[in-house]
C-alpha cells in the first residue's frame, strides 16, 4: 500500500468544504495522514496534524490573530505552519524543528484542496472553467463517506452500462440496457469517453421534459488518478457538469465531494438537485461497498470484460501506468 500512495501523494486531492474552515480549525485525513486545516488572513493552511512538542492534535485548538493555538500547552504556529510563541517560555529560542509540516493547498469548486508530495503546481488540478462561468450556477452537495476504495468508486462513476439496473429508480430504464458503441481517446491527464444514448438525464417525474427520441450526450474526462468531470447535454442547449471527487481516506475509506453546475433551471429549488444527486450516489455506494475483491484489479486477467466495459479498461491501464499495483494493496 505504502508504494501506491507514494505514486498518488503527488496529485491535489479534496480534503473539506470552504465553507466548513471558518474561524476554527477542522481535521482530515488523506491517504492514512492526519491533517489540520485552519485559515487566517492569508488563507487557508493544511498541516500535519500533530503538535511535535507533546503529540496532540492542532485540530483541538484554536485560532487568535491568526495564529493556530495548541490545546494542551498554547504553543503558537502561524499560517506557514512556524511556531512563534511557547507561553511557559516566552524568552526561549524556538528550535527550527517545532513547526508544523505545512502542504500546498487550493480552493476551488468550493473544496480546499492538498497535495501530499507535490510542488503546488496547478498541473493536476482537475479543470471546471463551467464552475466560474456567470451562465452556470454552481451547486454544492453534501458528501458522501463510503466504504471501499476509492478505485472502485471511480470506475463505478465512469461505467455507463450500470444506468439501466442500478439507477432505474433513478432517472434509467430496464427496458433499455443496451449500450451502443462509444468511444475513448487518450489526453493529457487521463482520457475522454464520449457516449451518446437516449438514456434520459431527467429524474423519473420530469421525464416528460426529454423530446423523444433525443439522443443524449454524456462526455467524461477523467483527471487520473482519481477524479472526472461528467458534462451531461439536455435539450435545448442545457449542459449539466458533475465533478466527481473522490477522496481517498484510506485503503477501504473514501469522502466523495461532488461539485456539479448547470446553465438551466436556474430559478428553481435547489433540494431536488441535492435528492437527486444523493439518491444516485447512494444507489451507488451499495453495489461499490459490496465488490469484491475490494481493490480495483489493474490486471485486466483478473475479472471479465465486455465491449460496454472500454472507459474502465482505458482507465485500469491509466492507473498502471502511474505505477499503481491494483488499487489498493493492503
Not at 46 to 73: T, W
Not at 293 to 306: S, V
Request: glycine residues 4%.
Amino acid at each position: 500500500m505504502n508504494d501506491d500512495w507514494d505514486a498518488i501523494a503527488p496529485f491535489w486531492f479534496p480534503i473539506a468544504f470552504s465553507h466548513d474552515v471558518t474561524d476554527s480549525p477542522i481535521a482530515a485525513t488523506l491517504l492514512d495522514q492526519r491533517l489540520v486545516i485552519w485559515r487566517t488572513s492569508q488563507g487557508v493552511s493544511v498541516a500535519n496534524d500533530l503538535c511535535l512538542h507533546r503529540g496532540v492534535p492542532m485540530s483541538l485548538g484554536h485560532i487568535n490573530n491568526d495564529q493556530l493555538i495548541c490545546k494542551y500547552h498554547g504553543f503558537h504556529y502561524n499560517a506557514s505552519g512556524a511556531c512563534t510563541l511557547i507561553p511557559a517560555n516566552p524568552q526561549a529560542s524556538i528550535p527550527a524543528r517545532l513547526c508544523l509540516k505545512t502542504y500546498p493547498v487550493r480552493e476551488a469548486f468550493g473544496l480546499v484542496w492538498t497535495t501530499l508530495s507535490g510542488d503546488g503546481s496547478d498541473a493536476n488540478m482537475p479543470q471546471l472553467p463551467e464552475w466560474d462561468s456567470p451562465d452556470y450556477q454552481p451547486i454544492l452537495p453534501d458528501s458522501i463517506d463510503i466504504s471501499a476504495a476509492v478505485g472502485r468508486q471511480m470506475e463505478g462513476f465512469l461505467d455507463v452500462a450500470h444506468f439501466a439496473w442500478v439507477h432505474h429508480e433513478a432517472f434509467a430504464d430496464r427496458d433499455n440496457p443496451e449500450v451502443p458503441p462509444y468511444t475513448v481517446t487518450p489526453t493529457s491527464q487521463g482520457l475522454r469517453a464520449e457516449y451518446l444514448s437516449t438514456v434520459s438525464n431527467f429524474p423519473k417525474e420530469l421525464q416528460h421534459r426529454a423530446p423523444a427520441d433525443f439522443k443524449w450526450l454524456r462526455v467524461f474526462d477523467v483527471f487520473l488518478p482519481f477524479a472526472a468531470i461528467l458534462r451531461v447535454y439536455f435539450p435545448e442547449g442545457g449542459r449539466l457538469c458533475i465533478l466527481n471527487a473522490p477522496s481517498p481516506i484510506s485503503a477501504r475509506k473514501t469522502r466523495l465531494f461532488s461539485p456539479l453546475c448547470r446553465n438551466f433551471d436556474q430559478d428553481q429549488p435547489l433540494e431536488p438537485v441535492y435528492e437527486f444527486n444523493r439518491q444516485i450516489f447512494t444507489e451507488d455506494q451499495e453495489v461499490v461497498e459490496s465488490q469484491y475483491p475490494e481493490d480495483l484489479p489493474l490486471d485486466l486477467r483478473t475479472e471479465c470484460h465486455i465491449e460496454a466495459d472500454k472507459t474502465s479498461i482505458a482507465y485500469r491501464k491509466g492507473l498502471a501506468k502511474l505505477g499503481l499495483s491494483k488499487v489498493y494493496t493492503a
